[in-house]
């Protein structure tokens, strides 16, 4: 059995990643089995090391991608956390660098139009 405590920096940044009433988290959960206490700003993460590692990676794309300016979809969620289940987790940076860069060119075409 393993732990993992995932702190995110605030709580809006928490609920933005976990989504209202933890309807992310439980997306994510819905492919990743663990048990999670999301509380606030924190998430405790237990269960097979395998998969908390996986949940907390999940986590951590999903901020990068928040950090980067895309609002986190369902869509996003969803790929994010199977893709990290079956070990692609370069995949989920890869792919949501990929997003980030196309919504930054978006944003540029829009104001110069």
Do not use: W
């Not at 439980?26 to 269960?47: C, F, N, P, Q, Y």
């Not at 289940?85 to 829009?110: E, P, Q, S, Y």
């Amino acid at each position: 059995m393993s732990e993992q405590i995932f702190t995110f920096p605030t709580y809006d940044l928490a609920q933005s990643i976990l989504g209202q009433h933890n309807r992310y988290l439980h997306m994510m959960l819905e492919v990743i089995s663990a048990d999670v206490v999301a509380r606030g700003d924190t998430v405790v993460i237990k269960g097979d090391e395998e998969q908390v590692n996986a949940l907390y990676r999940t986590l951590e794309e999903l901020v990068f991608l928040y950090r980067e300016g895309s609002t986190i979809t369902e869509s996003q969620v969803r790929i994010a956390a199977k893709l990290v289940a079956n070990g692609k987790a370069d995949a989920v940076h890869n792919m949501l660098t990929c997003a980030v860069k196309i919504l930054r060119l978006k944003r540029k075409v829009r104001s110069t139009m």
